[in-house]
């Protein structure tokens, strides 16, 4: 029970790497706030142990500080919400980059200030906390073509994560990021649906795994337990590709 006595906040927890993840921290003794914009998903949770399931929409700023003020205390945050937009630098449209721009980038820079000062309060006023943010390999480690928008964000998710791990670092306050390579999760799924071919698109997404294979999102879910716990105390400021191999 490496989380006894800890809390943790997990967002987009309704499924993929977000449910894993928070089943994961719960089964080792966190108290976890399981977080979805779609409630229904959250329904999955019920009878499950140390899980409270709360609807947040984290494009809503208000409602991020609302929840993360109604916790006990926090302290792991998991900004696990994200989207991916397909295309090239010529087929993006602007709505597209301000969406994806809001969810995968601002709605984390939105719940780390409302859980900074929380975490700053911990022990004693000490400070001490994780913060997890999810980025992906497709990102500043590698370009992957059809991916303009995601990759730019989630740059900047890598660049956010040292920026806050810089920052309070002499605080007791830990700020890593995770790189997943490609993970069969039901969002996958949807896009391989939305090809033409979809038995084609998946062999597309196992062909760039080197490992002949995807990943699942119980496979990621263990790095996320890592970087909450007291193991990785040492650990701030890392971009942890978890990725099959796509980034040797
Ligand atoms: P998913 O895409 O299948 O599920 C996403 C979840 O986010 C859903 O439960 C959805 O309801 C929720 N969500 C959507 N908008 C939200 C909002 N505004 N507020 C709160 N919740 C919202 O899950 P996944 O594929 O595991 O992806 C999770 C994260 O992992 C994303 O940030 C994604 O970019 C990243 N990632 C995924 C892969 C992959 O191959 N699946 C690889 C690298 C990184």
Not at 34 to 52: F, H, I, K, M, W
Not at 96 to 116: G, H, K, P, S
């Amino acid at each position: 029970m490496r989380l006894k006595n800890k809390t943790a906040l997990v967002t987009a927890a309704g499924q993929g790497i977000g449910r894993a993840s928070a089943l994961a921290l719960a089964a080792d003794g966190a108290q976890v706030w399981a977080t979805d914009v779609n409630p229904r998903l959250l329904e999955s949770y019920e009878g499950v142990a140390n899980v409270r399931c709360v609807q947040l929409d984290v494009l809503d700023k208000q409602a991020i500080a609302r929840v993360i003020g109604e916790m006990p205390a926090i302290d792991i945050l998991f900004n696990c919400a994200g989207f991916v937009h397909s295309g090239t630098a010529l087929q993006a449209t602007d709505e597209e980059w301000n969406f994806a721009l809001n969810l995968n980038v601002r709605a984390q820079f939105w719940a780390i200030q409302a859980a900074l000062p929380r975490m700053l309060q911990n022990q004693g006023g000490q400070g001490a906390g994780s913060i997890i943010n999810m980025a992906s390999v497709c990102s500043s480690i590698k370009g992957l073509p059809n991916r303009f928008i995601y990759g730019t964000t989630k740059a900047a998710v890598i660049g956010l994560t040292k920026s806050v791990a810089a920052d309070y670092v002499a605080h007791g306050i830990r700020c890593n990021a995770i790189c997943p390579g490609t993970v069969d999760t039901p969002s996958l799924q949807d896009r391989i649906n939305a090809n033409p071919d979809p038995d084609a698109a998946r062999q597309a997404f196992v062909a760039r795994q080197p490992m002949g294979r995807l990943a699942t999102a119980q496979e990621i879910a263990p790095l996320v337990v890592y970087l909450a716990s007291e193991e990785s105390r040492f650990v701030t400021g890392q971009a942890y590709a978890v990725d099959g191999g796509i980034t040797i």
